[in-house]
């Protein structure tokens, strides 16, 4: 149950050049899907004032309750607060919220994750539970660029729950791994394997998602995305975060809200050119 | 000892001074998981029109420095959906729930509070007359006195319940709007309604919001919201709910030694679902420490320098 949970700090520091990892101690264990995030803020935050919204990559339940990891990037105002935070300091954060990725959609498919830049720490729990289902899984990570002979730790721990050669790194500037944007790394594998059934999951910037949204459209292959929206709470009352999609409900026919009836939606079901 | 935190407004006796923001705390029904609804002082309801509507493009909402700009476009599932849906739970709360009505035109306010007439467990009607981010949110009613008080004078020619009148900061004079409701029935005020704002993109050279501007709520708007309150309260006899940028206890005393009869918490239940029954905490614990016996003492007590009044 969604709930304010205050959360100790158990480490917070930069993992790459752009990326940082925040681990957290909650005292209790809580269910979480895939895909579902948090909204956080730092004890007595004034400004920002909003919460920022932080998908849960990673989750440990142990004796004294479950440790939660989260990747992000310092972007802003309030994420630069976020990076701030010693270990010990304290953070509430409410959740876990939104619908989660459905990992059960086609059991016999193999799934294909998708992610760009910030957008991986989303599928990490997914991979670990498609795997752990013992699906056929691979991933798709694209970044623009990529400093060479750097360690990227967040695709180690993708290592770990995957096939080391089922995870495929692309980059924009041909830096390291696939020289092209991740699309069309992932185009390139169904031309070359053309596998009858999979299941596309993305999570990453709008123009990468659309063209996933065209890519399963043109191979008939359904296709989960995780849509970002600004968002003032987080549970639905602010309506900030409302993205057009087909048919919602008899009232709303549109309007869906990323942090309730998403993040995770349907990539027909969302109309591209209004977002 | 302790404080007695009820107040008065139109008739209707409230537990505390704390009401929940329309727009702001959905239908009630979202922060029942969160805490009792029985505790608050009231709720005011989502903007509830005729027919559906399905609101503003994205992006609607922008942070702002303590604040935030919103064009939600009332969005809201409109007053029959609410009655049938909504209220029968709703109502099951002990606390009184205001529903905030507003329409395109004149006749469609009064049809919202007609087909509101026949509802059961609603204790006002609180008249958005006052919403910067859509034609039909009773703007050009907020903004002239005359036709504020003409709208408000048809409303209440039919509402079996107390009308509650929400004004908006952007009229010209909020003050003369304040007093031509007055004069044309209105039971109370709420003041204020989010100022027209604008933020804008320095990359794209474009707006921030779809719609373009938006209306600024949050702390950043707190001591405009005060200070018209206080105006507002020594122009008319009519009580005043202040609304504002309220995020604490103090923020809520501040309203009401300016004037306010009640508050309400808008934005801050975005962050802090619980802020207003924190807030409620808070009232009662600074009345034991200062040993206030009722929350009404503090009604109006600012001591204005006579100079400067």
Redesign the interface.
Known sequence: ??R?HRVRILSNAPETLTYWRLRVRLSETIAIRPGQFV?A?TREQ??????RALVIYRAEEHAEGMDLEFLYKVLGRGTALLSRQRPGDELEM?GPLGNGFPHDADPDAEALLISGGIGLPALYLLAEALARDGRAVRLFHGEPTVEPERPLPFLDDFARVLEPEAITLATEDGSRGFPGLVTEAVEAYLERTRPGRAVLYACGPTPMLRRVAEIAAQRRLPAYVSLE?????G??????????TQFASE?????RRVCAEGPIFRAEEVIWD?? | MSCDLSVEIAGLRFKNPILTASGTFGYGLEFASWFDLGRLGGICTKGLSLEPLEGNPPPRIVETHGGMLNSIGLQNIGVRAFVAEKLPQLRQFQTHIIANVFGSCFEEYLEVIRILNDAEGISAYELNISCPNVKAGGMEFGNDPDEAARLTEACKRIARRPIIVKLSPNAGDIVRVARAVEEAGADALSAINTILGLSVDIYTRRPRLATGMGGLSGPAIKPIALRMVYQITHAVRIPVIGIGGIATVEDALEFLIAGATAVQIGTANYYDPLASIKIIEGLKRFCEQHGITTIRSLIGSLQMNERLA
């Open positions: 149950m969604m304010d909204m803020r004034w400004e920002p004032i909003w919460r409410l929206a600004r968002m003032a709470c549970f639905g009352v602010c309506l900030g975060c409302a993205v057009k009232h709303m026919p549109h309007y209004e977002l």
